[in-house]
């Protein structure tokens, strides 16, 4: 591994994105290495003046790299960490589908949270649509899983994806109904990986 100096991470611990990223660098070890920024984003306003300079769009999550600036997005932050620890992975389905959901949950959060007269149920109905789809080929690629230790950038999405799940939308919906190997396959990730156990969404 190349010498890894410091670098700061713009986060907020409510993110799966961020813990996607987080998650990466506790794997490849290079978490002790990383400063952590808490900072507050709103898709409605910029809360941190400075963190919109390092990154225009003020989106988390944002690793400043000495020599480089910052770099942008969890699938960007997780390869240039499996680079550096020559840990090299290309993005799979399984990764894309899980980010998707994770990005339409994200959405469904903040139509949550709109005032009532500017609710659109039907947008949070077609996010919700797209969610359930995604859990449920999550669901079919465990039942075809033949590795029972796999773990990758995918495994890593997925458990962000359904954390967040259960940390913004327990109550009206459980994504466990009617996917007992995606249960199966999140507990034990939960109880045996101390980069999840180490790491979580508040």
């Known amino acids: 591994m190349v010498e890894f100096r410091q670098h700061k991470l713009y ?36 809360n941190n003046s400075q963190f919109a300079l390092e990154n225009p769009l003020a989106k988390i999550p944002t690793l400043l790299v000495p020599d480089i600036g910052p770099l942008f997005g969890s699938s960007v932050i997780c390869q240039y960490l499996l680079s550096v620890a020559e840990s090299q992975e290309s993005q799979n ?14 959405l469904m959060r903040f139509e949550s949270i ?4 500017k609710k659109w149920d039907e947008f949070y109905a077609g996010q919700f ?3 359930n789809r995604a859990f449920d080929e999550l669901e079919k690629i465990q039942q075809n899983e033949t590795n029972s230790d796999a773990w990758d950038l ?49």
């Open 11 to 46: 986060y907020s611990p409510s993110s799966p994105f961020v813990r996607k990223v987080l998650i990466i660098a506790k794997e490849v070890g290079l978490y002790d290495h990383i400063e952590l920024i808490p900072v507050q984003v709103s898709p409605l306003s910029v």
């Open 93 to 106: 389905s399984q990764h894309l589908l899980a980010d998707g959901a994770g990005d339409a949950l994200l």
């Open 114 to 117: 709109r005032p009532a007269e």
């Open 129 to 131: 649509g797209k969610v």
């Open 154 to 202: 995918g495994h890593v999405a997925a458990l962000c994806a359904l954390s967040y799940a259960d940390l913004r939308f327990k109550g009206p919906f459980d994504w466990r109904d009617g996917r007992p190997a995606l249960q199966s396959w999140f507990e034990n990730a939960v109880l045996t990986r101390d980069s999840v156990k180490n790491t979580f969404l508040q």
